[in-house]
């Protein structure tokens, strides 16, 4: 069965400090994966992909995260966070020749202080 | 429409009441997805569509559950009997690819609908 792990559900840190969200997943192919962020108040809006290439994938507002397939890893990073940033975090993938149903995992809530 | 909407956006209902849920995909978009996301949880898979074709509906938690496509745009999840432990947000998400193309394949979601059972 597909699954995602995500941990430390509640993160807190300060403007300008680094973020880093963990996401394993669990499933025996070739996968995509996704972080989909939403922030307070809004919908569920993609952050960044990897479908292949390059594992290290740059999405919007300096968000990068990084594939590791010996680790069924797809960790989250921002190097500086901003109180903007403040959201709730999902790790989601799909096996690519697969079933078509996108897994999630149970998500990280990041509040960022002024 | 340039999103994906969902109506109603709130739902507060007795249990044993049937409720329906309309999602408005993005015009032109293949493929439609129903999730359910309790609090504190993930979405979760429900069922998903290509244009008026229940592709899968093995998330669907029960036979109370139903969901259709019939002209392959509008879709509406109907939940028949409530009961509270049916209360969450049901989310739809739209795709401009369809089955078998989940290579390059990228779901937009709406607001969804929060269903609150009393």
């Known amino acids: 069965a597909q699954s995602v792990s995500q941990h430390n559900h509640h993160v807190i840190l300060s403007e300008a400090a680094s973020l880093e969200l963990g996401c394993n997943y669990s499933y025996g192919g070739t996968v995509n994966l996704f972080w989909y962020v939403q922030y307070p108040g809004q919908h569920l809006q993609l952050l960044l992909k990897y479908f292949s290439g390059d594992p290290l994938v740059k999405g919007i507002k300096g968000f990068e995260a990084e594939f590791i397939k010996s680790k069924f890893s797809f960790n989250l990073r921002k190097p500086s966070v901003q109180w903007s940033d403040t959201a709730e975090y999902f790790c989601?993938?799909?096996?690519?020749?697969?079933?078509?149903?996108?897994?999630f995992g149970k998500g990280n809530q990041v509040v960022v202080i002024p | 429409g340039a999103g994906v909407s969902q109506s109603p956006r709130y739902k507060v209902t007795k249990r044993g009441q049937d409720v329906a849920l309309r999602c408005d995909p993005i015009s032109g978009h293949v493929s439609l997805y129903w999730y359910r996301q309790a609090l504190g949880q993930g979405p979760e898979f429900l069922t998903y569509?290509?244009?008026?074709?229940?592709?899968?509906k093995s998330g669907l938690p029960n036979d109370r559950f139903s969901a259709e496509r019939p002209e392959g745009s509008i879709s509406t999840l109907t939940i028949q009997r409530t009961e509270q432990r049916d209360s969450a947000m049901y989310r739809c998400?739209?795709?401009?690819?369809?089955?078998?193309?989940?290579?390059?394949?990228?779901?937009?979601f709406g607001a969804g609908s929060r269903l609150t059972v009393l």
């Open positions: 569509f290509n244009y008026e074709a229940q592709q899968d």
């Open positions: 998400a739209s795709s401009s690819l369809g089955r078998g193309n989940s290579g390059a394949n990228v779901l937009t």
């Open positions: 989601a993938f799909w096996p690519r020749y697969g079933n078509n149903r996108l897994a």
